[in-house]
Structure formats: structure tokens, C-alpha cells
């Protein structure tokens, strides 16, 4: 995986209002079916973490840990720890990266 492409390509899509952050958002895109993968970055909160791994695992959704602080910055939105990119090409895309 090459994270500064990916952060990079996430910044991209988060210009094209593909990205979703915060808890409560991305927690209702996960549950409505519109998220395509959900990243985390490493400094979020253990019962957060286990949340989303059971939530994104009941779902089928992806979910990607991003290291500490890099989520924020790469969306243009510091502080952020969650985000869930919306299903289409950029989300595909995205992916393959973080693969």
C-alpha cells in the first residue's frame, strides 16, 4: 500500500464530495448502504475502532486504518478520525491504493 498516493486520491475525492467524516455521518452512510470503504485513522478511540470493524464487517464494507493525524489533513479537515467514501469510480479506485 502506498499511503501518501491513497491520501492524495482521497483528498480528491473528498474535492468532489464523495467523503464523508465524523462519527454520526459516516456511521448513517455505512447503515444506508451508500459507503463504499470507511477509513479510520489510527488515533481513534478503541470502543470506536470496535464499532466500526463490527458495523463495516455486518455490512461488508471495507474498513482501512490510515497512521495518526494523516485522515484530517488529507480531507482539508483536521481532527477528523473517521470517513467513508461514497460507492462509484473514485471509491474503486481508491481502494486498489490502499491495497
Same mark, same amino acid.
Given at each position: 500500500?502506498?499511503?501518501?498516493? *491513497? =491520501?492524495?486520491? !482521497?483528498?480528491?475525492?473528498?474535492?468532489?464530495?464523495?467523503?464523508?467524516?465524523?462519527? #454520526? %455521518? &459516516?456511521?448513517?452512510?455505512?447503515?444506508?448502504?451508500?459507503? *463504499? =470503504?470507511?477509513? !479510520?485513522?489510527?488515533?481513534?478511540?478503541?470502543?470506536?475502532?470496535?464499532?466500526?470493524? #463490527? %458495523? &463495516?464487517?455486518?455490512?461488508?464494507?471495507?474498513?482501512?486504518?490510515?497512521?495518526?493525524?494523516?485522515?484530517?489533513?488529507a480531507i482539508g479537515k483536521p481532527?477528523?478520525?473517521?470517513?467513508?467514501?461514497?460507492?462509484?469510480?473514485?471509491?474503486?479506485?481508491?481502494?486498489?491504493?490502499?491495497?
Amino acid at each position: 500500500m502506498d499511503e501518501s498516493k *491513497a =491520501l492524495g486520491f !482521497l483528498g480528491l475525492a473528498a474535492r468532489a464530495g464523495q467523503v464523508t467524516s465524523g462519527d #454520526g %455521518l &459516516c456511521e448513517r452512510e455505512v447503515r444506508a448502504g451508500r459507503a *463504499a =470503504l470507511v477509513l !479510520l485513522d489510527e488515533g481513534v478511540s478503541d470502543n470506536t475502532r470496535d464499532k466500526y470493524r #463490527g %458495523l &463495516c464487517a455486518a455490512r461488508r464494507v471495507p474498513l482501512y486504518e490510515i497512521s495518526a493525524d494523516a485522515l484530517g489533513k488529507a480531507i482539508g479537515k483536521p481532527n477528523r478520525l473517521i470517513a467513508a467514501v461514497a460507492k462509484g469510480p473514485l471509491a474503486q479506485k481508491l481502494e486498489g491504493l490502499l491495497q
